[in-house]
C-alpha cells in the first residue's frame, strides 16, 4: 500500500499481516505510534492458511464485521474411525463462525491503514544490524530503523530467531479445501470432527458445513501420515461426512501449513521487540485454535509496547511473560500428550466409548463450548 525508500524511521516495525500483526499494528497507531507493517504477500486476502474458525469468545469481545463471517453453529459431531454412532454436543447458544478470511484480512488491512499504519506488501523481512532491520520488496531494499520490532511471522519465525528468542518446535502440518455450496443443506450447521489416527494422527479430521460454505481438512504430527499429508487429504476428502446429497464442486480455496500445539513460548519478548501470534505459540494445544489466542495477546503486546514506547524505557517488554502466562496452559498440555499417543484407529475406538459416558460428554462439552479463553496477562 505504500513505498518506503531506500530508508526509514519507525516506532515499531511489524512483520506479518495476519490477524496478530494487523492487530497490534493498528492498536499502536491508534494510541498515536508510527508503525510500519512488512507482509511478504503482494495481498492480505492471498495464501491464507487459518480454518477461519471463530469461537463464541471471540465473537463476544470482539468487533468483527458481521458480513464476514457464516452462519452460527451451534452443533458438534465426533466420530470413532469407523464413523459409526457419532457423539453430539448441541449447545443453546451460537459457539462457532467461520470467517471469510480473505475479505477479513482486507478489511482489517483498510483499518490499519486508516488508522495510520504504513503496510509494505510484497515485503520481505531479512534481517537484522543492530537497531535497523532490512527489509526487501519489488522496489528494492528498504533500512528501517525502528525502536522496536514486533515478530508476526508465523510458526517459523525469523524475527524470533533474530530477537534470541524461542521459536515452535511442536508443530502439526494441516491441510483444508474450501468449498462454496448452494442452497442450505438438510442439515442445521454443523462441525464434524473425526478422530481417526489415519487420517489425522494425533489431532483430528473435520468437515466444517455451515450451508454456505464446507472446509474440509486434516491435520496431525507430519511425520505419522501414513501417505504424506496430500494424498491423506484426498482419501479424506472424498468420504468426508457431513456432505449428504452435496454435489461439491471444484474447491474454491485450498489451506495449509504448520500449526504450533507447544504452547506460549517461554521468551517471547526482549529489550528489542516482541512475539505475536503463531511466531508467539499463541495456539491451544489442544484444539489448535489461533484466532482468539492471537487477538487477545495482540492486545496485551500493545499495551506494553505503548507503555515502553511512552517511557522510552525498553524493561517494560520484561511485562510480556509467555512463561507466566504458560501456567494456564499446563491441563491443556497435558490432553494434548495424551491425545499424541493415540497412535492406532483401534487405540482410538477403545478410548471413544469414555467420551458416551456422562463424565467424558461433560468435559467433550467444556473443551468444545467452554467459556474458557486465552489466559489474561497475569495468566488468568
Same mark, same amino acid.
Given at each position: 500500500m ?35 507493517? *512488512?507482509?511478504?504477500r503482494?495481498?492480505? %486476502?492471498?495464501?491464507v ?8 469468545k ?11 463471517l457464516g452462519?452460527?453453529i ?6 470413532p ?5 457419532p457423539? %453430539?454436543?448441541v ?45 526487501a ?13 514486533v ?12 530477537l ?11 491441510a483444508?479445501e474450501?468449498?462454496?455450496? &448452494?442452497?442450505s ?11 481417526d489416527? =489415519?487420517?489425522a494422527?494425533?489431532?483430528?479430521a ?15 504430527y507430519?511425520d ?12 479424506? =476428502?472424498a ?39 503463531? %511466531?508467539a505459540?499463541a495456539? =491451544?494445544?489442544?484444539?489448535a ?8 495477546? =495482540? ?18 517488554l ?10 494456564a ?8 500428550? *495424551? ?6 484407529p ?8 469414555l ?6 460428554? %461433560?468435559?467433550?462439552?467444556?473443551v468444545?463450548?467452554?467459556d474458557? &479463553? ?7
Amino acid at each position: 500500500m505504500t513505498g518506503l525508500g531506500a530508508t526509514a524511521t519507525t516506532d515499531v516495525l511489524v512483520v506479518g499481516a495476519g490477524l496478530a500483526g494487523l492487530h497490534t499494528a493498528t492498536l499502536l497507531a491508534r494510541r498515536g505510534h508510527d508503525v510500519v507493517l *512488512a507482509e511478504r504477500r503482494a495481498s492480505p %486476502a492471498s495464501a491464507v492458511r487459518t480454518t477461519g474458525i471463530f469461537v463464541r469468545k471471540t465473537l463476544d469481545d470482539f468487533p468483527l464485521p458481521p458480513d464476514c463471517l457464516g452462519p452460527p453453529i451451534r452443533r458438534v459431531l465426533l466420530y470413532p474411525p469407523n464413523r459409526r454412532r457419532p457423539v %453430539a454436543l448441541v449447545s443453546d447458544r451460537d459457539e462457532y463462525r467461520v470467517g471469510d478470511m480473505g475479505p477479513l484480512y482486507t478489511r482489517a488491512a483498510a483499518d490499519a491503514a486508516a488508522a495510520g499504519v504504513r503496510i509494505a506488501l510484497g515485503t520481505r523481512y531479512t534481517g537484522r544490524d543492530g537497531g535497523t532491520f532490512h527489509l526487501a520488496g519489488r522496489d528494492g531494499t528498504t533500512a528501517v530503523r525502528a525502536r522496536f520490532l514486533v515478530g508476526a511471522d508465523g510458526a517459523r519465525s525469523r524475527v524470533a530467531q533474530d530477537l534470541g528468542l524461542d521459536r515452535n518446535d511442536r508443530l502439526l502440518v494441516g491441510a483444508e479445501e474450501v468449498f462454496a455450496l &448452494s442452497g442450505s443443506g438438510a442439515e442445521p450447521p454443523t462441525f464434524h470432527c473425526v478422530l481417526d489416527p =489415519s487420517h489425522a494422527p494425533g489431532y483430528l479430521a473435520w468437515v466444517v458445513n455451515d450451508g454456505r460454505h464446507a472446509h474440509v481438512g486434516v491435520a496431525g504430527y507430519a511425520d505419522r501420515f501414513p501417505d504424506g499429508l496430500r494424498r491423506t487429504m484426498e482419501r479424506f =476428502s472424498a468420504s468426508a461426512p457431513g456432505l449428504p446429497g452435496v454435489t461439491r464442486p471444484q474447491a474454491v480455496e485450498r489451506r495449509g501449513g504448520p500449526i504450533p500445539v507447544g504452547g506460549v513460548l517461554r521468551r517471547i519478548s526482549c529489550p528489542d521487540g516482541l512475539l505475536v501470534g503463531d %511466531a508467539a505459540g499463541a495456539v =491451544s494445544p489442544l484444539t489448535a485454535g489461533g484466532l482468539d489466542p492471537c487477538l487477545r495477546l =495482540s492486545e496485551h503486546a500493545a499495551t506494553v509496547l505503548d507503555t515502553a514506547l511512552r517511557t522510552a524505557d525498553r524493561q517494560a517488554l520484561h511485562a510480556y511473560d509467555g512463561a507466566a502466562l504458560r501456567t494456564a496452559f499446563r491441563g491443556r498440555l497435558t490432553l494434548r500428550r *495424551a491425545l499424541s499417543h493415540l497412535r492406532t484407529p483401534t487405540a482410538t475406538a477403545a478410548a471413544f466409548p469414555l467420551l458416551r459416558t456422562p463424565l467424558g460428554h %461433560a468435559v467433550a462439552t467444556r473443551v468444545l463450548f467452554g467459556d474458557r &479463553s486465552f489466559p489474561s496477562a497475569v495468566g488468568g
